[in-house]
């Protein structure tokens, strides 16, 4: 905020709220029902806060008596690692503000969850560490830019999610697990495997903790936890939201977007966070200007559109690893599309998919690159109280501190151990990195929608779904699809995990090339509006948060 908003801010405080709590807002309550903080969307929040029946102080207080309900206690779901201090603030001046000018954006006055590797200045009261306790109460420079857009736009940052500890890039560690916020789990079973890495951002969109969460993917981090959480995740074209600020694996493959409970508001999120940063070359090279990705939502889009069904490893059970169902409920979702006018080609295969099987080459590249950019995110701090300075410290400080960083369970640290072998960028990793971009985009996903003349491929979640795009830096977005029935037989995901499981959820995943996430959205919110899957099934009833806004308006 502005000094002179601030000043306004605080003299409207002085003279007390009766100039807003005083406006015509009491009809507008009794006629348009609350929205249900479980399922409510953006647009219905903003109309709410438009119209006066709550603010976003009452949504703040809201949505923190949610967490409280169900993520310490109850079902213990560690989605969330700490929520803003700052937070009722900073709604009290957007409220003002809304009052006085009116809203900047459609995320104004709307609170955001976001995932503990996306920074955010320190004076606010909250701590960005990744999951680890080597960089608790350190201090970051500035915030991330997809926040700096986020707080342009009017949004309020909700507090940090919970995820999988460095991004799952430390070791043989069940998804959802980080030292700090402990092993969460899903909410549509008990102790259900809730993926990774972005797992708290993914169960807190799916029970309505927060109005909509940010996620970050290098490979599978945001797919995998829209998949089995019964959300929408976008994971964009790498470069087309800002990295800068967010904790690292690779500048390759990293990438940052939403997980929310509807396309709409997944496009309404993406239209704010995409956009150039000149602190992150890699987003100089989008296309502009920035699509209003909202214009993208027809239900007709499908129609005499080309998807194609990349069969060869990624429908093979034997490969993939998946249960048979999943590919069940695939041919399903293949009649919709057909329903909604789409044309399938299929198969539709990868000419390089056995070889994206068998290719170590991702490993090489992230392995290089994470000791890299660890190792300069470190340098940038301010400050770290830990001592921590490089990924040797961190190797050491989680050895040095077994009930923090290595309980029983959770004590592997072999990709760490392997990253920080690496030697730099050697002619093994810049040939790794050109096989990546060969096996992804050219000889990969690029050559199955020029061969067969495709808009866009279409696949299940699980499985192999993410590599192509991961190694590519392509987009994908998936959109909820099914449910495991209740007599799969359920598997072990880790020390407190498990995976699959009765109603656990699963994600329908539509690929393409470079930039093409205005046709992407645009084909799943088809698929998603014909199919209303996410309202079929609600989380297990321990999971279910009951504080609702009527409960805390006026308190």
């Not at 249960?323 to 789409?342: H, M, R």
């Not at 979640?461 to 495991?484: E, R």
Request: hydrophobic share 40%; net charge negative; aromatic share 8%.
């Amino acid at each position: 905020m502005g000094a002179k908003l601030l000043t306004l801010f605080w003299a409207w405080l002085a003279l007390g709220q009766s100039l807003y709590i005083s406006r015509p807002v009491v009809s507008a309550s009794i006629t348009t029902p609350l929205p249900d903080l479980y399922e409510a969307s953006v647009i219905e929040l903003q109309a709410g806060l438009t119209s006066g029946q709550f603010t976003s102080v009452d949504l703040i207080k809201a949505y923190f008596a949610r967490i409280e309900e169900v993520n310490l206690q109850g079902p213990v779901l560690r989605a969330v690692i700490e929520t803003n201090p700052s937070a009722l603030q900073e709604a009290a001046v957007l409220d003002f503000e809304r009052l006085t000018y009116g809203p900047r954006s459609a995320l104004h006055g709307i609170p955001v969850l976001v995932k503990d590797n996306i920074a955010t200045v320190a004076f606010e009261g909250m701590n960005t560490t990744a999951g680890s306790y080597s960089l608790l109460n350190s201090v970051v420079p500035d915030d991330a830019g997809v926040v700096k857009r986020l707080r342009e736009a009017g949004a309020i940052i909700l507090g940090k999610a919970n995820l999988s500890e460095w991004a799952h890039f430390r070791g043989n560690i069940a998804s959802g697990w980080s030292g700090r916020g402990g092993q969460c789990t899903n909410a549509y079973y008990p102790n259900a495997d809730p993926c990774g890495s972005s797992a708290g951002s993914g169960v807190s969109a799916s029970i309505g903790l927060t109005a909509v969460a940010l996620g970050t993917e290098t490979d599978g981090s945001i797919t995998c936890p829209a998949n089995q959480n019964n959300v929408v995740g976008i994971k964009p074209t790498v470069g087309l939201t800002s990295r800068a600020g967010v904790i690292p694996i690779s500048e390759h493959q990293d990438t940052v977007g939403p997980l929310t409970r509807s396309v709409t508001d997944a496009a309404i999120v993406l239209s704010i966070i995409a956009g150039p940063d000149p602190n992150d070359n890699f987003t100089l090279a989008q296309p502009m200007p920035v699509p209003d990705y909202i214009m993208a939502l027809s239900n007709t889009s499908l129609v005499g559109k080309r998807i194609g069904v990349p069969r060869a490893v990624f429908l093979n059970d034997s490969l993939t690893g998946n249960d048979p169902y999943v590919n069940q409920i695939f041919e399903q979702a293949l009649e919709t599309l057909q329903i909604l006018g789409a044309t399938i080609v299929d198969p539709a295969d990868l000419p390089s998919a056995y070889e994206i099987y068998e290719s170590n080459n991702e490993t090489v590249v992230l392995d290089v690159d994470f000791k890299v950019q660890l190792n300069a995110w470190f340098d940038s701090l301010v400050a770290n109280p830990s001592g921590v300075a490089s990924l040797e410290d961190l190797i050491m400080f989680d050895d040095n501190n077994p009930t923090l960083e290595e309980p029983a369970g959770y004590t592997d640290q072999s990709i760490l151990i392997e990253s920080q072998a690496t030697t730099g960028f050697n002619a093994s990793y810049y040939q790794s990195l050109a096989f990546d971009k060969e096996l992804g985009a050219t000889n990969g996903i690029d050559a199955a929608l020029k061969m067969y003349a495709l808009d866009a491929l279409v696949l299940p979640a699980p499985g192999y779904t993410t590599v192509p795009a991961a190694i590519a830096g392509y987009p994908i977005i998936t959109v909820p699809l099914g449910f495991y029935p209740e007599n799969v037989t359920i598997g072990s995901a880790g020390p407190e995990t498990v995976y699959p499981a009765p109603g656990v959820p699963i994600g329908l995943s539509f690929l393409g090339t470079a930039w093409s996430e205005y046709s992407l959205i645009s084909f799943a919110y088809a698929y998603e509006q014909k199919t209303q899957t996410r309202l079929q099934r609600k989380a297990y009833a321990a999971a279910i948060p009951t504080t609702q806004l009527a409960d805390v308006i006026g308190q």
